[in-house]
Every structure is written in C-alpha cells, then in structure tokens.
T-cell receptor
Framework: NAGVTQTPKFQVLKTGQSMTLQCAQD?????MYWYRQDPGMGLRLIYY???????DKGEVPNGYNVSRLNKREFSLRLESAAPSQTSVYFC????????????FGPGTRLTVL | GDSVTQMEGPVTLSEEAFLTINCTYT??????LFWYVQYPGEGLQLLLK?????DKGSNKGFEATYRKETTSFHLEKGSVQVSDSAVYFC???????????FGSGTRLQVQP
C-alpha cells in the first residue's frame, strides 16, 4: 500500500516550457487535490476533483490545468511555465470532500528559470 | 470565509522542554481540526485530529483539544526530542468545503 505517489520529485524548467505532474493513490479515495506550498504561506489549493469525472478550481488555478484520468490518477499540467510557478507541489487524496482526512504525497519541487 | 492562524516561528527549544504551538480558527460551520507535520524534504503527515468540540486528538506524545468556546486547537507536547524538529501545520476542514484550509506553518527546532 503505497498511499499517494507523485512524479517527478524534482524538475527544472525554462520559462515557457510545459510539463505534467503525475499523482496516483491506491486507497480507493474519491477526492483528490493539488496544492502548492510557498514559504510563509502554508498550502494553497490549485484544483481539486471531488469524484472521478469532475474537477473544480481552487484558490490559485491560473496557469494550471488538471485531468482526473480515472479514480486513481490526477495530473496537473503547466502549459507555459512562469517563474511565479516555482514552488513545491503536493497531491493529496481523501475518502470524500469535506471533513475527511487528507493524505499527502511526497511533493514535487519545481523551479522555473 | 474559513481561516487558520498559527503562531509565528521558528520556535527553538532545548530537548525535554515543554512545547505549545498556538492555533486559532474561524469557520462558519462545525469543522474538523487537524495538525499535520512536515519533516525536512518530505510531504505532510497527519499528526492528529479532532472532529467535534472537546475532543482531544493525540499521537506520538502530542496532544490538542478542540475548544469551540475559544476557537482554538493548540498543539502541546510535554517533552520534545531532537527528532520532533519539523514544520507543524494547523488545518481545518468543514462540511461542504472543497479542501483543507491551512495555517502558515510553525517551524520547530529542538536543540540537544
């Protein structure tokens, strides 16, 4: 039981390049989330998926797109990376939305030059 | 909207000292409250949680009590160890809300 896995762990991009961050969970959870973590700001929600086939914007969605490929996988895409997107990205999952515990992946550290 | 406020860090303590990290919240409903811990270079791990007023969450010697009257969920540990050095996040999750609302995190440094 691996929990929540993310790839890659580290990535360096040039401004304007694109990439996709992958996330998968093996806990049969319905809801999945993408957060970014910046110094002194805690974690902020980028996008979430309440259930398979649905996605919704969070607090900071600009510059990102997501795909809920199936119940297990939820990817985050940067179409044209900008230095402001330099951050640590965390994927999380929970049984359902609302008051349920969220379980986090190990994170992806992204630097945009 | 919902919000979580944590004490500023870093908090620097000697080994075996008593730890308190303050956390207060505002929420429109009846949230669940969480403490997450992030060790250097790792993701967030759930440390403890409480789902209703007066509940006490506990794990690994850490405790926090859900105080509705003071809207607080302070984290305490009686005797910290060097291995407790990490960043601690207070968070809440409310019914009908999309995700967790996090505080800004408090870095704890424990010196031998």
């Amino acid at each position: 039981n691996a929990g929540v896995t993310q790839t890659p762990k580290f990535q360096v991009l040039k401004t304007g390049q694109s990439m996709t961050l992958q996330c998968a969970q093996d806990m049969n959870h319905n809801s999945m989330y993408w957060y970014r973590q910046d110094p002194g700001m805690g974690l902020r929600l980028i996008y979430y998926s309440a259930s398979e086939g649905t996605t919704d914007k969070g607090e900071v969605p600009n510059g990102y797109n997501v795909s809920r490929l199936n119940k297990r996988e939820f990817s985050l895409r940067l179409e044209s990376a900008a230095p402001s997107q330099t951050s640590v990205y965390f994927c999380a999952s929970s049984e359902r939305e609302g008051r349920h515990t969220q379980y986090f992946g190990p994170g992806t550290r992204l630097t945009v030059l | 909207g919902d919000s979580v406020t944590q004490m500023e860090g870093p908090v620097t303590l000697s080994e075996e000292a008593f730890l308190t990290i303050n956390c207060t919240y505002t929420a429109t409903g009846y949230p669940s409250l969480f403490w997450y811990v992030q060790y250097p270079g790792e993701g967030l791990q759930l440390l403890l949680k409480a789902t209703k007023a007066d509940d006490k969450g506990s794990n690994k010697g850490f405790e926090a009590t859900y105080r509705k009257e003071t809207t607080s969920f302070h984290l305490e540990k009686g005797s910290v160890q060097v291995s407790d050095s990490a960043v601690y996040f207070c968070a809440l999750s409310d019914r009908g809300r999309r995700a967790l609302t996090f505080g800004s995190g408090t870095r704890l440094q424990v010196q031998p």
